[in-house]
């Protein structure tokens, strides 16, 4: 056994500058209090505190990060709530890579701001979180959420709603929403209350944390630094967290310094069968629109990316906006804009300028005339055949419907312009495209999507992922995808390489031939996770092509996708691409999407994979009208020669192709 450190004579702390003498006496048992808890959290995850309880101190791996699945898992079939200090020690044990410094006494503030980024800011009213798969389950079981606030989080698409007091529901669209929801606010609590006992631990910063005073003031500025001093958070993470909680920041803090957090969490009748149900739900309306339009048997290419990218190459409505773009960005609402926008015109810097406009017009958006703009640009878009459905039931994924046919070629990006665009307007083909799931969401997605359409030409995967080999911005392209969830590893013939991204990406590097790891969760990979298979090779970890692949599996195949399998999909009747941008180089300490952001410099490489899946399907289809028409000229003639007259074409020839014309 270790001898016991002996503890500090308690003293009175020195006078603040900020506070009078008198107010100091008045906090010095809520003082012994807080060092009391402070020493308690610290012990509990020290190394010291493991050994005394017979449990050592080991290097996390691939088993704790089961074992914690399973806790929580098992503990989530209870009918009642569960209180997720159960989880901490479990979390602990799991040595997260995006949690490096959760047994430290002191903020994480990587680990922080990545879960802010990822709850609603209401959660910091809230100790009580209800999972449910869809609206009837939580009305069900007594719950109005209905009635409830809608809320969102800045980093993550996922249904929320808020009851006004101290209850946040959720909706749950497959197991790898519970795999993300529950370490994040395991995550968040840990953390919550680090700053809890920091804050408690000196009187004075609650006292501290309520003046109210110009922010230009000097004296501003030095209450800041010792507020940081006394939180143990650096400078430039201190200036992060402004930028999420903004000038709610130091009441978001004071809120923290009143309690600690503990959570607890209940589910609500989660099945298997719910989620297919809520996945129906989700396709209902994009049914429903292409019923409508008459496009129900129409061959679709499928892309999985976002809302923003294939829209703004495609349909020229940022592009037709250039010269009020320009003079929104040059006129100073935004500093770093118009920075930018000189260092482009100036060619100081070497940038894409479609991609400048794209990123200005997002900001641009949030003024009074770029609203206006937007709600012209629906109109602009619907004449194009751009047609756009919101996410309303259960699963929070919008989805995007474009007839190639009817598109305005020079509308389009430059960047994706090619020899015969004009034979799109003979097109019949449709894109469908869906902002990304999360992980399993994505199995059950293009599985709905598969039942309920004709002819599948091409399906396209554009996604953000970790990097073991790479840095923040590269593209990597996969022929080599391992499922998690499945235990399968997917061999496949990916339609793209190195050559149809690089002469689009300016800031990155492209690295195809890679091999990918779609794992379960954020949080669900430590270092041991991570060195295990980069010693087989896997250089790229995500959470949704192995998912994908699965379904692809049940679209070719007689039975369900398999467990733990060899598959080769080198030869599919449909052109096949994944690409990934890196968001994340876990092998950096603290280097995570909470650590930092892709930014403006983001939309290089997501631009740039999103232009290679342009010019991919209007390449395939331009080849298909050539073929097409190259065809029915030829049987035209043959049928002059013989009859010496021209014929028609047999009855619905050119609403309908082969399967083997979509080979490439």
């Not at 009748?269 to 297919?276: A, D, I, L, R």
Request: proline share 5%.
């Amino acid at each position: 056994m270790p001898r016991k450190k002996p503890t500090p004579p308690r003293r009175i702390p020195d006078p603040d500058a900020f506070e009078p003498r008198e107010r100091i006496e008045e906090f010095v048992n809520e003082e012994e209090d807080s060092e009391r808890l402070q020493e308690e959290v610290a012990r509990e995850s020290s190394d010291e505190y493991m050994v005394e309880r017979g449990e050592g101190r080991h290097e996390a791996g691939k088993r704790d990060v089961e074992l914690y699945i399973r806790t929580y898992n098992t503990l989530l079939r209870s009918s009642g709530e569960v209180s997720l200090k159960a989880l901490v020690q479990a979390h602990y044990n799991i040595d997260s890579s995006l949690h490096p410094d959760a047994r430290s006494p002191y903020p994480d503030m990587s680990a922080l701001i990545y879960c802010a980024l990822r709850l609603p800011s209401a959660i910091l009213y809230c100790t009580h979180v209800l999972l449910g798969q869809s609206e009837e389950v939580f009305l069900k079981q007594g719950f109005q959420v209905d009635r409830w606030q809608a809320v969102t989080a800045p980093a993550r698409r996922r249904k929320w709603f808020y009851d006004g007091k101290e209850t946040l529901a959720v909706y749950v669209a497959s197991v790898s929403d519970t795999d993300d929801i529950v370490p994040i606010l395991v995550a968040f609590q840990i953390e919550w209350n680090k700053l809890y006992y920091l804050i408690n631990a000196d009187p004075t910063t609650i006292q501290l944390l309520s003046t109210r005073m110009d922010r230009s003031s000097p004296v501003f500025a030095e209450i800041t630094r010792v507020l940081r001093q006394r939180l143990h958070i650096a400078a430039d993470d201190w200036r992060r967290l402004e930028v999420v909680w903004g000038d709610r920041l130091w009441e978001n803090l004071l809120i923290i310094g009143r309690q600690r957090k503990s959570f607890t969490l209940r589910m609500l009748g989660g099945s298997h069968v719910g989620f297919v149900r809520a996945t129906r739900k989700w396709w209902a309306p994009v049914e429903r629109l292409l019923d409508s339009l008459g496009l129900r048997e129409r061959p679709v290419y499928f892309v999985s990316s976002n809302t923003h990218s294939l829209v703004n190459l495609t349909s020229g409505s940022v592009l037709r906006r250039e010269a009020e773009l320009i003079d929104f960005a040059l006129s100073g609402q935004d500093q770093y804009l118009a920075k930018e926008c000189r260092k482009l015109q100036s060619g100081e810097v070497p940038g894409n300028w479609q991609n400048f406009l794209y990123f200005a017009a997002r900001e641009w958006t949030r003024t009074p005339e770029g609203q206006e703009a937007m709600r012209q640009r629906v109109a602009e878009e619907q004449e194009r055949g751009i047609w756009h459905v919101g996410a309303r039931h259960g699963l929070e994924i919008d989805a995007q419907i474009f007839e190639l046919a009817r598109l305005h070629p020079t509308d389009v990006d430059p960047r994706c312009r090619m020899p015969g665009m004009d034979l799109l307007a003979k097109s019949k083909a449709i894109i469908l495209n869906i902002d990304y799931p999360l992980g399993m969401a994505a199995y059950r997605m293009l599985r709905e999507i598969m039942e309920n359409t004709s002819t599948i030409l091409g399906i396209y995967i554009l996604g953000k992922a970790a990097t073991l080999n790479g840095s923040i911005g590269d593209v990597m392209i996969s022929n080599v995808v391992l499922d998690e969830h499945s235990q399968n590893t997917y061999w496949l013939d990916n339609c793209f390489s190195a050559q149809d991204v690089q002469p689009y990406l300016i800031y990155g590097s492209v690295l195809d031939n890679q091999k990918a790891v779609s794992g379960k969760g954020t949080f669900l990979q430590n270092r041991q996770y991570f060195d295990f298979y980069y010693s087989a090779n896997y250089t790229v970890v995500e959470m949704e092509s192995g998912p994908y692949l699965n379904a692809v599996y049940e679209d070719q195949y007689l039975t369900r996708y398999p467990i733990g399998e060899n598959i080769n999909f080198a030869r599919l009747p449909y052109d096949l691409g994944i690409l990934h941008y890196a968001s994340d180089t876990p092998y950096t300490r603290g280097k995570n999407l909470g650590a930092g952001s892709l930014s403006y410099f983001g939309m290089d490489s997501t631009y740039a994979c999103a232009v290679a899946i342009v010019r991919r399907i209007f390449a395939h289809e331009i080849r298909y009208v050539q073929e097409r028409h190259g065809k029915t000229e030829q049987r035209e003639g043959a049928a002059v020669a013989r009859d010496g007259r021209q014929s028609p074409p047999e009855p619905g020839q050119d609403d309908s192709r082969p399967m083997e014309a979509s080979l490439t």
